[in-house]
C-alpha cells in the first residue's frame, strides 16, 4: 500500500470542503463586467438575455455560499443583488476620481479596462458587502484574488469611503481595521499596517485611520491602530509614520529626518 497516498487521503477525508478559488474569481470578474460593462465580449441581444445572465450570478452566488453552511442563503442573495446598484454608484465615484486625478488616463473606459486599482477596488467593495452580511471566507478569497491580480492587497473588513484612487498600485497593503476617509489618493507601495501582530490584539483596531482629502506618496509605511493622518495632508513617500500627524500636514524626509509642517 502507499503510505504517501494514504496520507494525503486521510488529509483529504478530514479537511473541510470549500468552492475553489477559480470559482470565486471567475464570479467576481463577471460581476465586475456586470458593474462596467465595456468588454465586448459581453453582447446581450435584448433585456431578457441580460435578465437571465443576472439570474445566473445570483444562482452562481447561491452555490458558493452553499459551500461555507451560510445560514439564510437565499436572503443573503437577494440582499447583495439589491445593493449592487449602491456598490455601482460609489465605484463610480473612484472611477471619476482615478480619471480626473490621473493626467496619463484618457478616459474612464481605459481607467476601468487598464488600471490595476480599478479592479482591486471594485472586489474590495463587493467583498466588504458580503463581510456585512456575515458571509465568512468568500470576502476574503475574493480580495486575494483580487490581489494576486493586481499587487493589490486590500482586507475586505477595512472602511474606504467613496472617490478612493489607488495609482499604479503594486505593493499596496491595507489592513483589516484600516479606515480611510473621502477623497484619498494612494500610490505604489503604501502600507496601512498593524504596530503588533499578536494574535492577542485580533479585537482592537490596528490599523490608522486616514482622514478626508489625504494623498500618500510611493512607499510611504503607516502604522498603528491610534496613528491618524489629519484631512488634507500630503504623505511623502517613503515616509515611515507611527505617530498621528494634524490636518493640513506635509510630512516627507530631508538628509533622513522627518518634516512634519
Known amino acids: 500500500m502507499n503510505?504517501?497516498?494514504?496520507?494525503?487521503?486521510?488529509?483529504?477525508?478530514?479537511?473541510?470542503?470549500?468552492?475553489?478559488?477559480?470559482k470565486v474569481?471567475?464570479?467576481?470578474?463577471?460581476?465586475?463586467?456586470?458593474?462596467?460593462?465595456?468588454d465586448l465580449d459581453q453582447h446581450f441581444n435584448s433585456e431578457e438575455d441580460f435578465i437571465r445572465h443576472f439570474g445566473s450570478l445570483k444562482a452562481e452566488l447561491n452555490s458558493i455560499l452553499s459551500?461555507?453552511?451560510?445560514?439564510?442563503?437565499?436572503?443573503?442573495?437577494?440582499?447583495?443583488?439589491d445593493e449592487l446598484p449602491a456598490i455601482s454608484?460609489?465605484?463610480?465615484?473612484?472611477?471619476?476620481?482615478?480619471?480626473m486625478g490621473d493626467p496619463a488616463a484618457q478616459s474612464e473606459a481605459e481607467v476601468v479596462r487598464c488600471y490595476p486599482g480599478v479592479f482591486a477596488i471594485a472586489a474590495y467593495r463587493i467583498a466588504h458587502k458580503l463581510h456585512h452580511l456575515n458571509v465568512k471566507?468568500?470576502?476574503?478569497?475574493?480580495?486575494?484574488?483580487?490581489?494576486?491580480?493586481?499587487?493589490?492587497?486590500?482586507?475586505?473588513?477595512?472602511?474606504?469611503d467613496k472617490h478612493f484612487f489607488i495609482d499604479h498600485g503594486t505593493g499596496v497593503v491595507i489592513g483589516a481595521t484600516a479606515i480611510i476617509g473621502k477623497n484619498v489618493?494612494?500610490?505604489q507601495?503604501?502600507?496601512?499596517?498593524?504596530?503588533?501582530?499578536?494574535k492577542e490584539d485580533a479585537t482592537i483596531k490596528r490599523h490608522p485611520t486616514i482622514e478626508d482629502n489625504v494623498v500618500i506618496y510611493a512607499g510611504a509605511t503607516i502604522l498603528g491602530g491610534?496613528?491618524?493622518?489629519?484631512?488634507?495632508?500630503?504623505?511623502?513617500?517613503?515616509?515611515?509614520?507611527t505617530k498621528s500627524v494634524p490636518p493640513n500636514s506635509k510630512v516627507y524626509y530631508s538628509q533622513n529626518n522627518e518634516v512634519v509642517k
Open 137 to 160: 471566507v468568500i470576502p476574503r478569497m475574493i480580495t486575494e484574488y483580487a490581489h494576486s491580480k493586481t499587487g493589490i492587497d486590500i482586507h475586505p473588513q477595512a472602511q474606504i
Open 67 to 81: 459551500t461555507i453552511n451560510h445560514h439564510d442563503i437565499d436572503k443573503t442573495v437577494e440582499t447583495f443583488f
Open 89 to 99: 454608484q460609489v465605484l463610480e465615484t473612484d472611477i471619476v476620481s482615478i480619471y
Open 226 to 241: 491610534k496613528t491618524v493622518i489629519g484631512h488634507n495632508s500630503i504623505i511623502g513617500g517613503n515616509t515611515f509614520i
Open 25 to 38: 474569481g471567475n464570479w467576481i470578474k463577471n460581476v465586475f463586467d456586470l458593474l462596467f460593462p465595456v
Open 189 to 198: 507601495g503604501v502600507t496601512l499596517g498593524g504596530l503588533s501582530v499578536r
Open 185 to 187: 489618493k494612494i500610490y
Open 3 to 22: 503510505t504517501n497516498a494514504s496520507y494525503f487521503f486521510k488529509k483529504y477525508s478530514e479537511t473541510q470542503k470549500l468552492v475553489s478559488r477559480k
